[in-house]
């Protein structure tokens, strides 16, 4: 369910510009600072110039910019949904559970086995048409990252802001991720049901065979995806702004394998496939062709099916701040030089 969004969304990139000309505004307060400088020493000039502010400019340009973003926003057609209505589907419930442990960092699987992780879920859920997708995130315990939902735009914002500090625990809790999966498919729903496991395998922390094999009692299946080598990698650690390696008590490199029996014992209990990834494919699209041989059913959501358009409030908030830019003068005024309203 879709509450805002943007009509033509493509002229956000016109923001691109406020960093360009913030720039291009310090380096020529840079060079007029230097200019100064070769002019005269500092206290004759602030005798000589007893009205010039160094902070009123620096303000106005910043009101200026903010005023620009608001036009850019307007002009991409700010929309609010004003009338809801409910949306009947064919299609299937499935959930994604990706390991964020740090092991997922290893360089395996190019360019490292999370970064690969999220490429391969934002392309499935390009080809999703009618289901709903929900991600969990995990390791020593497991997050709903995104709900289950037909919204498939916060899908992938929500997956582009996931990273290995997201969950506060370390270690590789399959089992946690695979209960909070089975409750997290919408209550009353009739659909079909699948969670994908997305892991290196090496589960430390519970039963994940027994959690695999209650989902199926509920009529869900479980599919594995095995992330990394079986040589393994070791783990990359930053420590002092220089790239390191996890090291054990001893000293000793971490070397971190692909766990593939596990896996397959987790999706053959979930009545699921396994798929081992490499560096030339990660194994959704087999996924996804097990996926769609599932039984579609009936699924109703509630979507906005018009939008009214709010740039007038964009383009009024910019008019008010282009006003204020204009009333605020860049040298102090002589009857108000005392009020140190901008430093």
Do not use: C
Not at 59 to 68: E, H, N, P, R
């Amino acid at each position: 369910m879709e509450i805002f969004r943007f009509g033509n969304i493509e002229y956000l990139w016109g923001l691109l510009i406020i960093p360009v000309l913030t720039l291009f505004f310090i380096w020529s307060r840079i060079s007029r600072r230097r200019a100064l400088k070769k002019f005269g020493q500092q206290e004759i000039i602030s005798h000589l110039m007893p009205f010039s502010s160094k902070n009123r400019p620096v303000f106005k340009f910043f009101v200026v910019m903010l005023a620009l973003a608001f036009f850019i926003a307007g002009i991409a057609r700010p929309q609010f949904g004003s009338k809801l209505k409910t949306v009947k589907r064919e299609g299937i419930e499935l959930i994604i559970a990706l390991d964020v442990s740090n092991s997922m960092m290893a360089e395996d699987i190019q360019p490292n086995r999370l970064e690969r992780s999220k490429r391969a879920i934002s392309r499935l859920v390009d080809r999703l048409k009618d289901d709903k997708i929900g991600l969990i995130v995990f390791a020593g315990d497991a997050y709903t990252q995104l709900p289950i939902t037909s919204d498939y735009n916060s899908a992938k914002l929500f997956l582009n802001s996931v990273n290995t500090q997201i969950v506060p625990k370390q270690g590789t809790a399959i089992g946690a991720a695979i209960d909070l999966a089975r409750r997290s498919f919408t209550p009353t729903g009739e659909s079909n049901k699948a969670i994908i496991i997305i892991t290196d395998g090496e589960n430390h922390e519970d039963d994940a065979i027994s959690s695999a094999q209650a989902a199926v009692k509920e009529g869900i299946i479980v599919h594995t995806i095995g992330m990394g080598l079986p040589a393994g990698a070791p783990i990359p650690v930053l420590r002092n702004g220089q790239t390191d390696y996890l090291k054990d008590r001893d000293g000793n490199v971490v070397i971190t394998k692909l766990d593939e029996q596990m896996l397959e014992k987790i999706s053959a209990a979930g009545e699921g496939i396994y798929v081992r990834a490499n560096n030339a494919q990660v194994g959704l699209n087999a996924l996804f062709d097990e996926i769609n041989k599932m039984e579609k059913t009936e699924m109703e959501s509630k979507t906005f099916s018009e939008y009214d358009d709010q740039f007038q409030y964009f383009f009024a908030i910019g008019l008010l701040l282009l006003l204020l830019e204009f009333v605020i003068l860049e040298r102090k005024n002589k009857y108000l030089k005392n009020i140190k309203l901008f430093g």
